[in-house]
């Protein structure tokens, strides 16, 4: 059963801090990773998806690498602001079409 | 513009009642899925379709029922026999194979 392990757990930083959260599975046969965001009471927002051929996807301030022979995938943020503060969920997508979603790392940028 | 919309935002139940949550996606997915969401426990799938009339149980299928009549719509009932509805839920979709998610902004359930 595949299971998605996201270290830290919570993060707070400074604004204006590159920073990077990390996500670990223990299958590595994926079809992709995805990395959402969440802000509280509300939906998911889909940030990056890499597939399973690829080694990193980059949007803005954002770059997410994937390493498949490790299980693991980072989501660097560079020059955090204070509007980046939210969940960021890392979901793997395995066999069939289910998504396994980690717990979640909470990050608080400070002004 | 394309999406999907979940409703109500907010919903109370009384205890013994069933209630049914709506989800509606106009991005002509072929999946669609319901996650619950409680604090600590991250995202855990109640029920997914691949396809019209087609749907498989998730890991928590227990006190609920959905269906998939069109391809647009796939409502959640949260029956009675759920013992601890109250939770937050999300409908997702997307292209079946290897294509990302798209998700709903969710609708709170709180049994009164």
């Known amino acids: 059963k595949q299971e998605v392990t996201q270290i830290p757990a919570a993060l707070s930083v400074p604004e204006g801090e590159n920073l990077v959260l990390n996500c670990s599975f223990t299958d590595s046969a994926i079809y992709n990773l995805q990395w959402f965001r969440q802000d509280p009471g509300k939906g998911l927002t889909s940030l990056l998806l890499i597939q399973s051929s690829q080694r990193e996807q980059t949007s803005g301030r954002l770059n997410a690498s994937l390493d498949k022979s490790s299980g693991r995938s980072t989501l660097y943020i560079a020059a955090s602001q204070p509007g980046d503060s939210a969940t960021y969920l890392c979901?793997?997508?395995?066999?069939?079409?289910?998504?396994?979603f980690g717990e979640g790392t909470q990050l608080t940028v400070n002004p | 513009d394309g999406g999907i919309t979940q409703s109500p935002k907010y919903l109370f139940r009384k205890e013994g009642q069933n209630v049914t949550l709506s989800c509606e996606q106009n991005?002509?997915?072929?999946?669609m899925y319901w996650y619950r969401q409680d604090p600590g426990q991250g995202l855990r799938l109640i029920y997914y379709s691949q396809i019209v009339n087609d749907f498989q149980k998730g890991d928590i299928a227990e006190g609920y029922s959905v269906s998939r009549e069109k391809k647009e719509s796939f409502p959640l009932t949260v029956t009675s026999a759920q013992k601890n509805p109250t939770a937050f839920y999300l409908c997702a979709s997307s292209i079946s194979g290897v294509d990302g998610y798209t998700f709903g902004s969710g609708t709170r359930l709180t049994v009164v």
């Open positions: 979901a793997v997508r395995a066999s069939g079409s289910r998504l396994t």
């Open positions: 991005l002509n997915h072929d999946a």
